[in-house]
């Protein structure tokens, strides 16, 4: 116990509680951010792939990344964070490429394969889902490196986004009224 100058005592675990309550009284961050995330090596993928590729990195090279989609089904550091995100109708969310390549951010019904077919052969993602192909969708949002874009999503339920570039990069939105 804690006894203060006016004679007022309190336990440990109510001083604990009077302190830290203001902390979880409000959310501290004004919006939900998803980051999308890679490691590629911009010298390994723009010999590969292209100039401008992957830009200003060193991280997986090339060819490591392509064994890891083959054998894993994935590239592990190319990934959206976090994969699961709970919000409301009214919480702004915003994403935010900090990896060194493009990558979008595409609302899709089910997760399946993306618009590069050696990427879908690789790792078995099968046929590209409707909502990366042609015509373009409207809400396939392609992010640059270092670009960022907020939206708030007014449909209560649980929606599902993957990059159409690298199928495996899933998100996973629950939005609550």
Not at 15 to 39: E, K, N, T
Not at 84 to 98: E, G, H, K, S
Not at 117 to 137: A, H
Request: hydrophobic share 45%; net charge negative; proline share 10%.
């Amino acid at each position: 116990m804690y006894r203060f100058v006016l004679g007022a005592s309190l336990s440990l675990a109510s001083l604990l509680a009077v302190a830290v309550a203001p902390a979880y009284a409000a959310d501290p961050i004004p919006h939900r951010i998803i980051f999308a995330v890679d490691a590629c090596d911009s010298t390994t993928f723009n010999a590969a792939v292209g100039p401008g590729a992957c830009v200003g990195r060193s991280g997986v090279p090339f060819n490591v990344f392509v064994k890891q989609v083959e054998t894993l089904h994935q590239a592990p550091a190319w990934r959206f964070a976090p994969g699961i995100v709970v919000a409301t109708t009214t919480d702004p969310i915003q994403v935010q490429n900090i990896g060194g390549e493009v990558h979008t951010f595409t609302e899709v019904a089910k997760f399946g394969g993306g618009f590069v077919p050696l990427l879908n052969q690789l790792g078995g993602f099968g046929p590209m889902v409707p909502e990366c192909g042609e015509p373009p969708n409207p809400d396939n949002h392609f992010l640059s490196p270092g670009e960022a874009f907020t939206f708030t999503e007014a449909d209560p339920g649980t929606h599902l986004y993957q990059c159409c570039i690298h199928p495996w990069m899933h998100a996973a939105l629950t939005i609550r009224p």
